[in-house]
């Protein structure tokens, strides 16, 4: 079975604007990616700021350029795509934004928003009020939102009105950038339950963008954890839970502590701070922070490794033996 | 299911005038403004006297029952040329500052979202614009095609143009970086779409604001050039040329003077309080601060 | 020795609607050389609290009673001129933007020398001092560093920045409100764990403000859980993570998703929302989202001891019931 989402060495390059006395250049946020993701599954990209994740995002959503590499949906390259035909894809690609207020127009009331994709793809016969309520049922907000506008609604409803707008034309790749941030701790989960209860119901794939581990951790088939533009590891959301083999997904998964004082911390502590994308590291990119680093990660590129449901790019990854882990 | 109606959002006019009434400036300049646009409007029906017929026999008179604010040396009725006046200076008004929005709105809509080049070129005609300076400009139009209304208009126009089309192109090119445009090009919304819906709504606000504050400029403006002799031409009654008139007679009939003056700073004070409260009021996020 | 000691605080801010109560009778005290971790979610009355303690309020905020005492005084009864004094002096602050604390078009080290204006030492005194604060936070190179601008560093660089220069002063008690929630959370740990150290070696006491438990747990002697603007359970770190007496606690705890350890599709959250600060329900505030409500909570209950040092507002301690 082919997957509907096929992504092959994608680069985003960005131009750099130079200076009076330096000249432009440019760089990669997003550099060498590949990744699928099956129909109906939810994959997640985790990294953190400057990781690529967002752009990766853009890239497939159509709003980011691709520079080289593939992405292939349902076995159709959409790279180069020209905006006109790409437009009829936006109603089975879908996003959701970061910001979940601000990524609502703020002059439009909560039913001309989640209509509009109606609107937009020329289906204005149909009953707007009727999928207003439907969608608003949906997501489980109340029909009398549909009179509120974006600054009269809390970050979580907006959050909902966002699922909504998105899911109005029965999408097949929800596209989520940070579903649960600015959300508290205990409204987090009803973001997240609501999309796997959605995906259940209306059988579409989810690709979710996020810094945090433990928001992947329930809800996804597999995760690709990026640094600084590339993935360093992905696999099955399991196996790189249970057996993370590269240094920087083991660091991040200690960087979540436990709300438990005794908590047995397995502590990979990281060294410095993240490098800029404009003076990418020679070798391996991590090998700044890295504290199993040795000379040769500093000059050689590693190669990606895949061993089993989980691949890796390090030259001294972890092994594991009884649940145990054994840094090189 | 559907034959109960969904809610009906408020809409956006009543809630700016809901919130307008409510602040004591808005109501005030609210107030001021509907008495000078209504008097204008109505002047035909509420102007006791034809505002140019001369009376030569009744003329210099002090205020009395029969003219209210008095006749001018060659005994035309003051209030009357006073309303009539106002309507003069809304004529100008209105269509400069309607001109110079509309065309400040498209040219800067354009220059903020469209490519670059188109930009470039924007700002430079602009800037060209705004290097003239107003009264120069003004004068070498005169002397050009001679003075009248729709000179004034023109050369008021011409220079405020700069002023929309640059505060809209700002506000474009901040309001293209925001997530919900992004959000509306993720939905496949074409640029005209984003444009008319999305953009627009979120200029008129600010823009509403900046036009009413203008509008006691041009006014002023008008009246400076008539005042001069070099904007609307005699007979015709305007607030620059009773200033004009009464100029000469400010020993022995002062209210003429004072008649011509306190239009204008009426204008002033009317249009920047309503101004000013537009301003707290279109914003829907700042609309009713602290009431939540 | 308490450094911090609040009683009995409560504020309202004046709105349209009426009054609004954003803190209702809380008591908090920060001991001397610890630290002390607020939890709470939006709407729990964090900000407003941090407000009072250094008395920046919104103009409509007052304070209907209470006293916050600072080494014994009443910080709500000194006057103007005194309050400035100790502020950045003695009660330091580090707040959640590490972009927007800085002064743009000035130098790091420029800055760090305003900050010594109440000393007489010389310039260059100052500077050395400046650079061993920088170096102590963890930043490497830190004399060539301390001629740079505030944008040439990232954002967490800039924290460690602000934290060396809140802790320049040597206050007795530094404020730092969600330190680190913009940062990553690599970054994030490195932070606390130099927070921890700095923390040992001047000898101040900390009140730490965050809604990540994990942190809290981390970080902090003791935790104040709030909600709605109330305080509903207190006490070590230990025994509020462990023996959560508070049914907003439990639940927090649960909705942590570092705490779920088996993978679920359904994950645990606490239903129903904050009640209306202005028209508030007789009875205890978290009665309408409470799993365990029951006929006494129509009765507002009042922190109680579940064991010795550790309180929580809930009619479920004296009942006796399992906590």
């Known amino acids: 079975m082919s997957a509907l989402l096929d992504i092959k060495d994608v680069v985003v390059r960005f131009a750099v604007r130079g200076g009076v006395f330096s000249s432009a250049g440019s760089i990669d946020a997003v550099s060498g990616v590949s990744l699928s ?3 109906g599954k939810t994959y997640g990209i985790v990294g953190e700021s400057g990781s690529g994740k967002t752009t990766l995002a853009r890239a497939v959503a159509g709003l980011h350029h691709a520079s080289e590499g593939s992405i292939l949906y349902r076995g159709q390259e959409l790279r180069d795509l020209p905006e006109a035909q790409f437009r009829k894809l936006r109603r089975e690609i879908v996003m959701m934004f970061q910001d979940p207020i601000g990524s609502l127009s703020p002059r439009l009331s909560v039913k001309s928003l989640i209509t509009e994709p109606f609107r937009i793809q020329g289906m204005k016969g149909r009953d707007l009020d009727a999928e207003a309520r439907r969608l608003l049922a949906m997501v489980g907000l109340p029909p009398e939102f549909a009179a509120r506008y974006p600054y009269q609604i809390s970050g979580g409803q907006a959050r909902r009105v966002g699922v909504a707008r998105a899911l109005a034309l029965d999408p097949k790749l929800l596209i989520a950038d940070e579903p649960t941030a600015g959300l508290d701790v205990s409204i987090q989960g009803e973001m997240l339950n609501l999309l796997a209860r959605l995906q259940d119901e209306l059988g579409l794939a989810i690709m979710i963008i996020t810094h945090n581990l433990n928001v992947v951790r329930h809800i996804t088939d597999r995760v690709g954890i990026m640094y600084l533009g590339k993935l360093v590891e992905e696999g099955e959301t399991d196996t790189v839970f249970s057996a993370p083999r590269h240094p920087y997904t083991l660091a991040l998964l200690a960087a979540n502590p436990e709300p438990d004082p005794d908590a047995q911390l397995m502590r990979i502590e990281l060294q410095g701070e993240p490098p800029s994308i404009l003076n990418r590291p020679t070798g391996c990119e991590f090998h700044t922070r890295c504290p199993f680093a040795q000379a040769r990660c500093s000059t050689d590129v590693p190669s990606w490794q895949v061993a089993g449901p989980a691949a890796h790019r390090c030259h001294l990854p972890a092994s594991w033996e009884q649940d145990k882990v054994c840094p090189a | 299911m559907s034959d109960t109606s969904l809610p009906k959002p408020r809409s956006e006019m009543g809630e700016i005038l809901h919130h307008l009434l409510r602040d004591p400036l808005g109501l005030v300049g609210l107030v001021i403004v509907t008495l000078i646009v209504g008097s204008a409007l109505l002047a035909p029906w509420i102007a006791p006297y034809d505002p140019i017929a001369m009376n030569i026999p009744d003329r210099l008179q002090g205020p009395s029952a029969a003219h209210l604010l008095g006749t001018d040396q060659i005994g035309r009725d003051t209030f009357s040329r006073v309303i009539w006046g106002g309507r003069v200076a809304l004529q100008v008004a209105l269509p400069t500052i309607g001109g110079a929005v509309a065309i400040g709105l498209i040219l800067g809509m354009a220059a903020g979202y469209g490519p670059k080049w188109l930009d470039t ?52 090119l901040s309001l293209k970086e925001a997530e919900f445009i992004t959000a509306e090009r993720a939905l496949g919304a074409s640029t005209l779409r984003i444009m008319g819906v999305h953009l627009l709504p979120n200029v008129l606000g600010p823009l509403a604001v900046l036009a009413a504050m ?16 070099m904007g609307v031409r005699p007979p015709t009654p305007s607030w620059g040329s009773l200033l004009n008139d009464g100029y000469s007679l400010i020993r022995n009939t002062p209210w003429l003077i004072i008649a ?25 996020k700042l609309r009713g601060k602290g009431g939540k | ?74 910080l ?22 590490p972009m927007q604390t800085h002064n743009p078009v000035l130098t790091v080290g420029r800055q760090m ?25 963890g930043i490497p190179d830190a004399s060539a560093r301390l001629n740079q601008y505030p944008f040439e560093f990232s954002g967490g660089m800039r924290q460690r920045i602000a934290i060396a220069m809140a802790l320049m002063a040597r206050p007795s008690l530094l404020i730092a409100d969600e330190p680190t929630t913009a940062l990553d959370a690599t970054l994030e740990v490195q932070i606390i764990k130099r927070l921890r150290e700095l923390q040992d070696e001047i000898g101040c006491s900390i009140l730490f403000i965050s809604h990540h438990l994990g942190v809290i747990a981390e970080l902090c002697d ?17 025994d509020v993570f462990h023996n959560p007496a508070h049914p907003y606690t439990r639940a927090l705890l649960e909705c942590d998703p570092g705490h779920i350890k088996e993978k679920t599709r359904n994950l645990p959250t606490i239903p129903g929302n904050i009640p209306d600060l202005v028209s508030l329900p007789g009875g205890c505030i978290f009665a309408d989202r409470c799993p365990q409500r029951h006929d006494a909570c129509t009765e507002h209950p009042v922190l109680s001891e579940a064991s010795a040092g550790h309180r929580a507002a809930c009619h479920l301690i004296k009942a006796g019931a399992p906590a």
Do not use: H, W
């Open chain 2, 121 to 172: 070129l924007i700002v430079l005609f602009f800037d060209t614009l705004r290097s003239f300076p107003t009264v120069m400009f003004a004068l070498a139009v005169v002397a050009l095609v001679g003075p009248s209304l729709n000179t004034v208009i023109f050369v008021i126009m011409a220079t405020s143009i700069p002023t929309y089309g640059r505060v809209v192109r700002t506000l474009t």
């Open chain 3, 113 to 137: 020398i305003d900050i010594q204006y109440r000393d007489k030492r010389s310039k260059a005194d100052k500077l050395k001092r400046a650079a061993e604060m920088l170096a102590l936070v």
């Open chain 3, 222 to 238: 003791e935790v104040v859980v709030m909600y709605a603007g109330e305080v509903v359970e207190a006490g070590s770190v230990r």
């Open chain 2, 260 to 284: 011509g003056g306190i239009p204008l700073i009426l204008t002033t004070i009317g249009f920047t309080f309503l101004g000013e409260a537009l301003r707290d009021v279109v914003d829907p």
């Open chain 2, 214 to 229: 203008d509008i006691p400029t041009v006014v002023g403006l008008e009246a400076g050039l008539s005042f001069l002799g």
């Open chain 3, 1 to 74: 020795m308490t450094v911090l000691d609040i009683q009995g605080l409560s504020v309202s801010y004046g709105t349209p609607r009426g009054e609004l109560r954003a803190l209702r009778d809380v008591s908090l005290s920060v001991p001397e050389r610890k630290i002390v971790g607020i939890v709470g979610e939006s709407g729990c009355g964090k900000s407003t609290l941090i407000s009072a303690i250094i008395r920046l309020m919104a103009p409509n905020a007052r304070v209907r009673s209470g006293t916050v005492r600072f080494n014994g005084e009443d």
């Open chain 3, 76 to 97: 709500l009864a000194l006057p103007e001129a005194r309050m400035r004094g100790l502020r950045g002096t003695e009660i330091s602050m580090v707040f959640q933007d």
């Open chain 1, 37 to 39: 993701i099956e129909e």
